[in-house]
């Protein structure tokens, strides 16, 4: 008896191209969700960071008398020193250090102003001032301060005692988190810079500098220059450290913030109007949304745009207050170079022409002050 064994039979054409269809499609389904599910974890990492650094936050205010931190003495703009390093290192004390941390060999790395009235051998001069005070009132050094440097040890020993730690570093911030990945490893303190290209790394996340002055510096009463002296225009008391409970609109008032453009970012990673070309702010497009940590301990993401439409309504609500400098009638202060209309903080080199603002770094009032208004 003969048996048949089955026909073997393959794919058709057809049948294969529909399989490939299919498949195909699901891709392109899936591929968006799972880029969205991927970016919404780097967003709560950040989050996250933002929380541990509020944590951060709270333990140094409950050393320090719920003082805001700061890298200047409160005594500094008095007298006799009103505000001059040289005289303040010769007359009144040696400045406390701005410290980055010990090496594996026993430096101890920073930046320092030696002076008369500090132990012999004290490095560098009064020209490191700008990196203590909270911020500059000019471009002359980028805007820089002690601001941005939430990792240096005066307040890195409050997190994890590293100047490099992860928590430093939205995972989104890829520029910044690459060049700080040789010495995230490192046990130490401090990694030398040699091991990073040649520079210290900055945190993605900054203070608010406006709210580590005193609130007369960014005061809504008080008619200023646009000059950089502005400090010393208000008194003995503009730089010292405002007590976190000074905050009058805590759920409103940013405390720190991601300095780089991260969310719905646009025009790639560098933008070429710096020089050299550096990462995008957080201000420098009408869609950016940083992730902020409020003075009630929240952290959200907070829209540009609507830290625009917020500082409009204001203008619109304060326009007839004659108590009010004309400089101060929004949610940031137009009088210093950083903030004048069009041209603020950096926003002569954003990506779009919409965005013009300076919400969390020149907010009126200072600590005591608004960056959004709350639901519109």
């Not at 990506?351 to 919400?359: C, E």
Request: aromatic residues 12%; contains cysteine; negative net charge.
């Amino acid at each position: 008896m003969r048996s048949h064994s089955p026909t073997a039979r393959g794919f058709t054409i057809v049948e294969l191209l529909v399989v490939v269809a299919i498949i195909s499609l699901l891709i392109a389904i899936l591929l968006p969700a799972i880029g969205k599910a991927k970016d919404g974890a780097l967003v709560t990492q950040s989050v996250a960071n933002l929380n541990n650094l509020g944590k951060a936050n709270a333990t140094y205010g409950a050393d320090w008398q719920d003082r805001q931190f700061t890298a200047i003495p409160d005594d500094f703009g008095g007298a006799p020193a009103n505000g001059i390093c040289a005289t303040y290192q010769s007359q009144v004390a040696c400045l406390p250090q701005q410290i980055a941390g010990w090496d594996a060999t026993g430096g101890l790395w920073g930046f320092w102003i030696a002076g008369p009235l500090c132990p012999s051998g004290f490095p560098g001069n009064c020209g490191n001032i700008p990196v203590y005070i909270a911020n500059e009132w000019s471009y002359a050094n980028g805007c820089f301060g002690s601001w941005r440097l939430c990792n240096y040890k005066a307040f890195n020993d409050y997190v994890n005692g590293k100047y490099y730690d992860s928590v430093f570093w939205a995972p989104k911030d890829k520029y910044n988190l690459e060049d700080a990945q040789p010495a995230l490893a490192y046990p130490g303190e401090f990694c030398p810079p040699n091991s990073t290209g040649g520079a210290s790394i900055r945190s993605t996340y900054v203070w608010s500098p406006a709210a580590m002055w005193g609130p007369d510096v960014l005061s809504s009463t008080i008619a200023d220059a646009p000059n950089a002296g502005k400090p010393n225009q208000c008194g003995p008391g503009a730089y010292r450290s405002p007590a976190s409970s000074m905050a009058a609109y805590p759920d409103l008032k940013t405390r720190m913030i991601e300095r780089i453009w991260l969310q719905n970012t646009e025009g790639g990673t560098l933008n070429s109007g710096f020089s050299p070309p550096s990462p995008w702010l957080f201000n420098q497009g009408y869609n950016s949304a940083p992730a902020c940590l409020y003075f009630d301990g929240h952290v959200t993401l907070t829209g540009v745009s609507d830290a625009m439409e917020a500082d409009a309504r204001a203008k619109g609500q304060n326009q007839n207050n004659g108590n009010m400098a004309s400089s101060a009638k929004g949610l940031w202060h137009r009088g210093t170079p950083l903030g004048g209309d069009g041209a603020a903080y950096y926003s002569n080199q954003a990506y779009d022409m919409l965005v013009n603002s300076a919400f969390h770094v020149l907010t009126t009032d200072g600590i005591q002050g608004r960056d959004v208004t709350g639901a519109k």
